[in-house]
T-cell receptor, first 114, second 111 residues
Framework: ETGVTQTPRHLVMGMTNKKSLKCEQH?????MYWYKQSAKKPLELMFV???????ENNSVPSRFSPECPNSSHLFLHLHTLQPEDSALYLC?????????????FGEGSRLTVL | GESVGLHLPTLSVQEGDNSIINCAYS??????FIWYKQESGKGPQFIID?????DKRQGQRVTVLLNKTVKHLSLQIAATQPGDSAVYFC??????????FGQGTELSVKP
C-alpha cells in the first residue's frame, strides 16, 4: 500500500452534480490536508485537520465541504462547482500537526468541471 | 500577502551538469523550508528540508542553501540526470500548521 491514496484519480462533473474525493493515509499520521493545484499557480492550502479536528479553512468557498471521520480518512465533498474549480486536488498527511516536517502527498484527483 | 516565489519558471540543463534552482521567500518568521519534486502525473515528493538555524544541508546529490539575510533559498542538484526532470517547489513554514508553496520551476534535462 502506498502512503497516501486518493480516489478517484480523475473526475469529470457538471456544475449541478454532487461528488466526493476520498483520501486515505496508511502512515499513522495525525494531520491531513487538502491542497488545490491549478496550472501556473502555487499549491493552495484549502483545509487542515489535526486529530480529526479542522484547524484551518483557508477561505475556501462553501461548495467545498471537507469531512474527516478519523485520522486515516479525509473526504472533500463537492457540489455546485464552477469551471474555475477544475484543478488537481492533492491530499497530504504529516506526523506533526504543526506542519513542521515532511508532508506526504497522494497522487491527486484531477477534477474537470464542465 | 505572503508568497514564496521562484526566480525562473523553467530551467534546461545538460545531463551530467549541476543544476541550481532558486527561491525567494517573503516571511522573515519562517523557520523551516522544504524542497519538493513533482513528476508529471504524480504528487509532490519530499527532497530535502532545512531549518532556519542552518545555512546549508546536504543530501544524496542535493544541497539546500539558505540565506536568511536576503530571504533566499536554493536547491543544487549535482550531476543532473534525466530522472531529475520535474517541477521543483520550495515551501516555507511561517507559522504553526501552515506551509506556503512557491510557483515551481520546471527542470528539463537534455541527454
Amino acid at each position: 500500500e502506498t502512503g497516501v491514496t486518493q480516489t478517484p484519480r480523475h473526475l469529470v462533473m457538471g456544475m449541478t452534480n454532487k461528488k466526493s474525493l476520498k483520501c486515505e493515509q496508511h502512515l499513522g499520521h495525525n494531520a491531513m490536508y487538502w491542497y488545490k493545484q491549478s496550472a501556473k499557480k502555487p499549491l493552495e492550502l484549502m483545509f487542515v485537520y489535526n486529530f480529526k479536528e479542522q484547524t484551518e479553512n483557508n477561505s475556501v468557498p462553501s461548495r467545498f465541504s471537507p469531512e474527516c471521520p478519523n485520522s486515516s480518512h479525509l473526504f472533500l465533498h463537492l457540489h455546485t462547482l464552477q469551471p474555475e474549480d477544475s484543478a488537481l486536488y492533492l491530499c497530504a498527511s504529516s506526523q506533526d500537526p504543526a506542519g513542521i516536517g515532511e508532508l506526504f502527498f497522494g497522487e491527486g484527483s484531477r477534477l474537470t468541471v464542465l | 500577502g505572503e508568497s514564496v516565489g521562484l526566480h525562473l519558471p523553467t530551467l534546461s540543463v545538460q545531463e551530467g551538469d549541476n543544476s541550481i534552482i532558486n527561491c525567494a521567500y517573503s516571511n522573515s518568521a519562517s523557520d523551516y523550508f522544504i524542497w519538493y519534486k513533482q513528476e508529471s502525473g504524480k504528487g509532490p515528493q519530499f527532497i530535502i528540508d532545512i531549518r532556519s538555524n542552518m545555512d546549508k544541508r546536504q543530501g544524496q546529490r542535493v544541497t539546500v542553501l539558505l540565506n536568511k539575510t536576503v530571504k533566499h533559498l536554493s536547491l543544487q542538484i549535482a550531476a543532473t540526470q534525466p530522472g531529475d526532470s520535474a517541477v521543483y517547489f520550495c515551501a516555507e513554514n511561517p507559522q504553526r500548521g501552515k506551509l506556503i508553496f512557491g510557483q515551481g520551476t520546471e527542470l528539463s534535462v537534455k541527454p
